[in-house]
């Protein structure tokens, strides 16, 4: 034994560069998302969690993943399931895994759990205008004091692109200062474009979305959030 208290012994400890002072508060996603950009070699990897289970969430973020995607817009969570997950990626880890939430668009009792239990990112699935992401950012933030120092320098905003519509606006998606990173959503992309789902070789729409997708990444230096296959990298780093 080294003598030292629990505390004072940081090789016992995780090393959490982003997590919050208190646990139950978000992590700085955004300054997290900030510093991976800068370095072109850096990515951030996760876990999806689907299934309603505080429990399961533990497991993943005893592996301390950087963040866990809480997908409450599919996944049949209720507020204390959502409340406790959240906890538990961020007790679980040290502070080393920050928990993400996608919340269904009209849903407010999924977006203020998950805020007051510390998520430190929002996902806003089928966002399609400037002006639709802004007035859902208005809901996002908070308008006291603390917070506003807090939770709002820490918490990432991060549109899911799913339609044509959405495509023909990403750029200006994409310009929206409080925006942290852009999220593709493929399936219902190609539905919308009226193409065949398929595994095979991705039809030129679905290339030509992505290489758009990549483009106000670029251009807006806002990083690309979500599930890469590897045979797609090509297309984002063209």
Known sequence: MSGQGYLDNTALHTQAKWR????????????????????????????????PSSFLTKVYASVRPDFVWIDVEHGMFDRIVLHDAIHAAQHHSEGKTMALVRVPKEDEWALTTALDAGAAGIIIPHSESKEEVEEFMKKV????AFNIKNSNNHVAVIPQIESVKGIANVEQIASIPGVSALMFGPGDFMADAGLPLSLGKPHPTLVSAMESMSMASKKYNKPLWGLVPPRASKWFHK
């Open 20 to 51: 919050s002072a208190l646990l139950t508060y978000p992590g700085n996603l955004k300054e997290a998302l900030r510093e991976a950009q800068k370095d072109a070699k850096k990515t951030m990897y996760g876990i999806a969690q689907g299934i």
């Open 141 to 144: 933030y908070y308008h006291d």
